[in-house]
């Protein structure tokens, strides 16, 4: 049973940081592409970063390019997001997804809140 489970959200104040991890288990880690999503209250999903098997590639979406870093550590099964300099227009619910071959897989989210 693949879960993928999300930690580190919460509320900061604009200028703030975060970083948020998702902990991967039934799944081969080594081998998914793993990307974090967020979804604004009464918005569509978001693809805000990427990154390969290896880590040695990394992709952005541009909002966020410069200040949210995404990293993965694959002995801990384990893909992190630092978020610094946030904004309230980031509040959102922040998902993790695994895509093996071709099938995706997500976790339930975490709230991050950016209000002073």
């Known amino acids: 049973q693949v879960q993928l489970v999300e930690s580190g959200g919460g509320l900061v104040q604009p200028g703030g940081s975060l970083r948020l991890s998702c902990a991967a288990s039934?799944?081969?880690?080594?081998?998914?592409?793993m990307s974090w999503y967020r979804q604004a209250p009464g918005k569509g999903r978001e693809l805000v970063a990427s990154?390969?098997?290896?880590?040695?590639?990394?992709t952005y979406v541009d909002s966020v390019k410069g200040r949210f870093t995404i990293s993965r550590d694959n002995p801990k099964n384990t893909v992190y997001l630092q978020m610094n300099s946030l904004k309230p227009e980031e509040t959102a619910v922040y998902y993790c997804?695994?895509?093996?071959?071709?099938?995706?897989?997500w976790g339930q989210g975490t709230q991050v809140t950016v209000s002073s």
């Open positions: 997804k695994a895509l093996v071959t071709r099938s995706a897989y």
């Open positions: 990154i390969s098997t290896t880590g040695g590639t990394t």
């Open positions: 039934g799944v081969p880690f080594s081998s998914a592409a």
